[in-house]
């Protein structure tokens, strides 16, 4: 099961929480196989700008002769770098921004994850004027005397039999 990092905007949530982040906490495959652009797509430019600087460094050490080892190294080492801490960058960056960290859920994949948070969130209803009806029971238009109170021996209004 995965943990998912649950984050609020910085102005709280909307009413619909549309905005409300989940990052999972976990290996990533898309950022152990394209490092540089998933940290350009979660918005981690200096991250991406030191990724890309290894890669060529370490694409250029493979083209030289005796440094193959070296150079495959330090392009492993960017891309499980980059798929074990990404999302940790990411979270750190969001939170950086002014996000709010909400909680902590285990879930097996992301809408099992939402649906539990949401779970635990009430809608916000808006408040419904409820008036009270008229409960005076008018009374009945026969009155008739041979008939006392409600019917099969139920106790009335007034306490009596």
Known sequence: MASYLILTPPGGPDKNQARTRFIRDGFSWMAFLFPTLWMLFHRLWLQAIAAFLLQSIGWELIHRPGFFAAGLAILLGVHILAALE?????YRNLVAGGWRTEGLVSAPNLATAEEI???D???KAEEENIRSNNWDIPSSPNNNSSRGGPGFGLPGY????
Do not use: T
């Not at 007034?158 to 039999?161: T, V």
């Open 86 to 90: 990404g999302s940790h960058a990411a």
């Open 117 to 119: 948070h949401f779970s």
């Open 121 to 123: 969130i009430e809608p």
């Open 158 to 161: 007034d306490g009596g039999r």
